[in-house]
């Protein structure tokens, strides 16, 4: 009699134990293989350490990261998504660092109604025609940097410009939005090779030219290679050298060093932005990874953990129910380590965006400075033509 | 355009070019003695662009890294020639291309393990680090002449070495005839060894030279690999001479494709189309150059073997 | 003895029998076994199946290592995009379109690089593929290197190609049907003639064989299959990017076709299936993925030449040796 009535009682549990223990899922695509490997490898740190902060949880709720490399390849990050959606039945996503990959996925998820937030990419794409109410772009839309800076440009009265990107549509939309923040005419537009190792053409035509200074948009190693030369051939003498923070962050700083020193860049963060949450961040992050200052790649992607765990704590864990989760998430309600932010009408994030210099900090090393604001609340041009 | 401009861009062809011959002769040496394609020279390259960086970290000397990557790189392709080339000499072309592509694979993996994925550090000697002037208007980069002159002095040793040694006419005789050689007392296999060894530290000194100006990062030597073959197809694989000059032609072909072709067609198109054809034919050049060369000549321009 | 060949035949068809069969019945017992996210891999191996096969036959039955194939792979996905995005989204339309499109690219291609030999047809092809990936990326209009999305799943008169099954199937379809046409085209005169090419190209000219033409035809008919799966993978992810062209993805190729075992029948499907698999596997254990892929690719050349298909077949010849031989005595 007692054994019944112990089963019966762990039969009418049974289901709501069932119901306790699914964790919740969170799908990563991490790009740890390709172009992108480095700016991989900083996310997936940044991703962690959130994790380990939040003890594995979400909203205090049992979570599952699921962490898979696609190597930067679209059609592999295709056949990854299909297998997190179809087998793994993830909740969230989250993971790819190029603008490719974003767009290579994106429809997917929104088909199958899983939130992607980006870590990185914010590709014009989804903040204007094809936006989405599945799509996030926590991070910034790809345009931003670059407006940022032709602001930066004009504010410093730099006159003549010559402005470098690679030949492909990331590079055009880089330099258009560059032109849209310089507002003048710019003296010399260069196109060069994607993934072009010698700079030696365009650093003689840059001499001839004698710009008072140089905008750059080369990211990975075309950056690195580019910036090694520049310094080589004496320019930064004579032509100041200006870029968006991704190619002036701590893993480009880390392959160049002193030859980096000078160089303006613009973003929407730092890691010595003055809050409680950037703070706590940098110095858990340098506690955890043997002294190592974080970067934007790894910033952007603590971010995004926070926001999801900030999500599913506000709907007690019920993520099954989307329209409250995408409620949730628009709210942005989460210690963004860049401080308040709020969403655009097309998800992409209205923040202030910062001009930062590499310097030598007092204690010797080669790093970012905050230097000032140069939008107080920039929004993307593209979010009137998201029509939802 | 003014004249310094273009002194300027001939320099940087013949920088370039003599770049790609330092990578070019060890592969065209080894495919010429051994008859093997290696298309793992990149990752030779590579590991001896990595070595150095290290080196350099730990010593901040230039030269102990550039020693250090040859003997290093050396020593790892004298392990290789062992273990495996000696297995792919005898087989075809295809089962070559695919063992050295599966060292390719493995080396990326092992570089990613023992550095990690983020691009290493090679800081320039601060003695080469600023521009040397040239003529009253031309300042150019130290490092780049250095490239030249180590680039230059490399092709004048390789051409002695070859026409002049006895070491070198053992090479040449195990080239044309391979079996007459062996015949005539040549210890072939010994040979084939001191052949992949030189063309491994070929390899890391082009690595080490380079690290200061390239990103070291992985899958870098499979970037300038690309290049590098249709610098020695164009030359006719096998042949120094056909390295250098295809180099060189590469070299300049690029550089001009890049320095001049968008300005010349800004005279004929429209300054939208100029911008966007104009890279896209700078990029595309050096190909339409291979394939123009491989239609009259199919064998390249100075093919070692008859 | 009339009954032992009969057998023996069977026998020897069996393995192709029993995996047609379950690849026929997986995606009907796939939701059972709680596998449907498999359905969309076994469709995509088979895509890659079709254009590893296709290579096949020109590098193992032809002889001719062409190191980039991927660019007729890429150049069908793309057309088959590009129609899509521009409203034309009729499979009977597209998909031809890109089978004659990879085939005229073949052709161009196979005319200028066919004129070479050995190490240096090698390479005019990869840069030739080259070309054609450097193109792709700087065209603005179709994405360049974001590549784009398909506007809508492709129509088939009759059938719901949005359906993951019904896809499946005619995927499978297509792909048997071609491996078959292969199979049969490499059995009769123009396969003999293109085999008797490879082993020696000076006879066959002394014979009056008008090797270049059949060897441009081979080349034209691989690209063209190559075309047809780039439509298929296409549709599969409504996506198309550069990568498919990259050096990279030939390469990728050329090690299923060695892998699966080249010049063997079903070496281009054994050997994407494999790679394939294993990509998806070992991704899961480790972030260094290369090194296992490196050293298996290297195993199969030092040890096994002619790729697992190649050892399934010696293994089933000593068998069959050892049962003749049983029954002579």
Known sequence: MRLMRQLLVMAALLPGLAFAQAPIKVGIANDLSGPFAALGAEARDGFNLAIKQLGGKLGGKPAEFLQTDMGGNPDQARQLVNRYIQRDKIDFFTGPIGSNVALAVGPVLFAAKIPYLSNNPGPSQFAGAQCNDYWFGVSYQNDAFHEAAGKVAADRGYKKMVIMAPDYPAGKDALNGFKRGFKN???????????????????????????????????????????????????????????????????????????????????????????????????????????????????????????????VKATDGKVSDRAAVLVALKKADFASVRGPFKYGANNFPIQPYYVRVIEKAPDGQITNKLVGKVFESYQDVYVGECKK | MSTTLIAEQLLNGLQFGLMLFLIAAGLTLVFGILDILNVAHGSLYMAGAYVAAQTMQVTDSFLAAVIVAAVVTGAVGLVLELVLIRRLVVRDHLAQVLGTFAIILIANDVVKMIWGPAPMMMSMPPALSGPVQLLPELLYPAYRLLIIAVGLAAALGLYLFVTRTRAGVLVRAGASNRQMATLMGVRVPLLFLGVFVLGAMLAALAGALLGPVTAIQTGMGEQILILVLVCIVIGGIGSIRGAFVGALLVGFVDTAGRAFLPALLKLFFSPAVASSVGPTLAALSIYILMAVVLVFRPSGLFPARG | MQEATNSSVWRSMAPTLLGLLLLLVFPLVAPALNLEFYVSFVRRVLIFALAATSLNFILGYGGMVALGHAAFFGAGAYVAAILSVQGISQALVAWPAAIAVAGALAFVIGIISLRTRGVYFIMITLAFAQMVFYLFISLRQYGGEDGISLSSPAQFPGLNLADDKTFYYVVLVIVVTCIWWLNRLIQARFGQALQGIRENEARMEALGYPVFRIKLLAFVIAGAMAGLAGALLAQHNQFVSPSLMHWTASANLIIMVIVGGIGLRYGGLVGAAVMLWLEEVLRLYTDYWHLPLGVLLLAIVLFAPRGLAGIWDSVSSRRRANTVKQERV
């Open chain 1, 185 to 311: 005419a710019v003296g010399q537009e260069i196109y060069t090779k994607l993934g072009q190792i010698d700079y030696a053409a365009e650093l003689a035509q840059l001499r001839d030219a004698k710009p008072d200074a140089v905008y750059i948009f080369l990211p990975g190693g075309m950056g690195i290679n580019f910036i090694k030369q520049f310094v080589s051939a004496g320019l930064n003498q004579s032509i100041k050298l200006v870029g968006p923070g991704f190619s002036a962050d701590e893993d480009v700083i880390r392959a160049v060093g002193e030859p980096m020193l000078g160089m303006f860049n613009t973003a929407q963060w730092a890691h010595d932005l003055d809050n409680q949450q950037n703070k706590k961040f940098v110095e858990a992050f340098r506690k955890e990874y043997k002294n190592r200052t974080p970067s934007v790649y790894a910033a952007q992607a603590y971010d995004v953990i926070m926001a999801i765990d900030a999500a």
